[in-house]
């Protein structure tokens, strides 16, 4: 399809992004085709190694295609995103587990969805243009594609900071928060990639890998470790505001931006997600309770009306940053029956 190259070229099974003039945003097709590939290249011998990149330098994959999923939101038809966030999470749990190597190589925007391709691989890497995020809360949605699975497992309270802020993480900040491995200068990404077609050679990206200096959210350990450590939403609001420094009243403000109700949530699952140190399914299954849910009864439709359509800016949510209900959350991430989601 035009929208993404799968090959295989010598040793080396093959994906690249095309979907340029989109910021290489996933559809659905794109996530079919991807799965498809593993499935295939799992068991072939042939393969020994799997490298996914992108075209163009401004995105390696911005996201899922939020368009699609609105058009069919707002007709009613809630059955297409829930089929769409099942198979997509099915993919995501195949990349984490694929037997294996996988090298990705994420310039520019790596959000969401490309964070769900990009970011379970067992070489990831950034350059100076890498800026990864997950910003699903700023529409009503909760870190998915297993990103909560890394947030879980970030320094201290680093995960809960960047799951509920949707903050975005340069190469050294990427690396530091375990959404990144390795740092390599954008121009020698070509030959490197071209070397692995035919060597499969992946030592080719630890050597050429350099050192990046301290992050700068290292500056704000201390903080966040003290706001983020509360039960509930309103917890770490009523702990920035006691902090009372500059740090946190900007962290405010990128709260008072996002969905309360998909921050209360994200919170939860980023806590029930600590439990497992290898396993991305459980994380999965906990992001597909709230996003099974998130068309009828959460947020996600006014927040793509506000952020994609409309442009206004100022979506209208269900609840205050100062009155969350746990009984919401809770509602949200109640098991779902004969809906759970399946791996099979």
Not at 139 to 164: C, K, Q, T, W
Not at 208 to 237: H, K, M, R, Y
Not at 295 to 304: A, T
Not at 311 to 327: E, G, I, V
Request: with cysteine.
């Amino acid at each position: 399809m035009s929208d993404i190259n799968i090959r295989k070229i010598g040793p080396t099974g093959r994906i690249t992004f095309t979907r340029e003039a989109a910021l290489n945003a996933m559809s659905y097709d794109m996530c079919a085709a991807i799965e498809a590939a593993l499935d295939q290249w799992a068991t072939d011998d042939a393969v020994k190694i799997v490298v996914i990149d992108a075209a163009g330098d401004r995105a390696f994959c911005a996201g899922g295609d939020i368009a699609e999923l609105y058009e069919t939101g707002t007709s009613g038809n809630f059955g297409f995103g829930q089929k769409f966030w099942a198979d997509e999470y099915r993919m995501n749990a195949k990349l984490f587990a694929f037997p294996k190597p996988v090298a990705a190589f994420m310039q520019g925007f790596t959000m969401g969805g490309g964070v769900g391709v990009g970011c379970h691989g067992s070489h990831r890497v950034v350059g100076d243009s890498s800026q990864i995020a997950m910003p699903e809360v700023g529409i009503g949605l909760v870190p998915d594609v297993g990103g909560s699975f890394i947030l879980a497992h970030a320094p201290g309270r680093l995960g809960e900071y960047l799951g509920l802020t949707a903050g975005r993480m340069d190469a050294a900040t990427a690396i530091h928060v375990g959404f990144a491995d390795y740092y390599i200068p954008e121009g020698a990404w070509p030959a490197i990639i071209t070397a692995l077609e035919t060597t499969a050679d992946l030592s080719l990206i630890e050597n050429a890998a350099q050192t990046t200096p301290a992050p700068d959210i290292s500056d704000n350990t201390a903080e966040i470790n003290a706001a983020f450590a509360g039960d509930t939403l309103i917890d770490v609001v009523i702990a920035l505001r006691g902090l009372d420094s500059d740090f946190a009243r900007d962290t405010l403000k990128k709260l008072s931006r996002n969905s309360p109700l998909a921050m209360g949530a994200a919170l939860q699952i980023i806590r029930r997600s600590r439990a497992s140190k290898t396993d991305i399914r459980p994380a999965l299954e906990q992001e597909y309770r709230f996003t099974y849910r998130a068309m009828e009864h959460g947020d996600f439709l006014e927040g793509i009306r506000a952020a994609i359509i409309d442009k206004d800016r100022k979506p209208q949510w269900q609840h205050s940053l100062d009155a969350l209900p746990d009984m919401a959350v809770t509602k949200m991430l109640m098991p779902l029956g004969d809906a759970t989601l399946r791996f099979e």
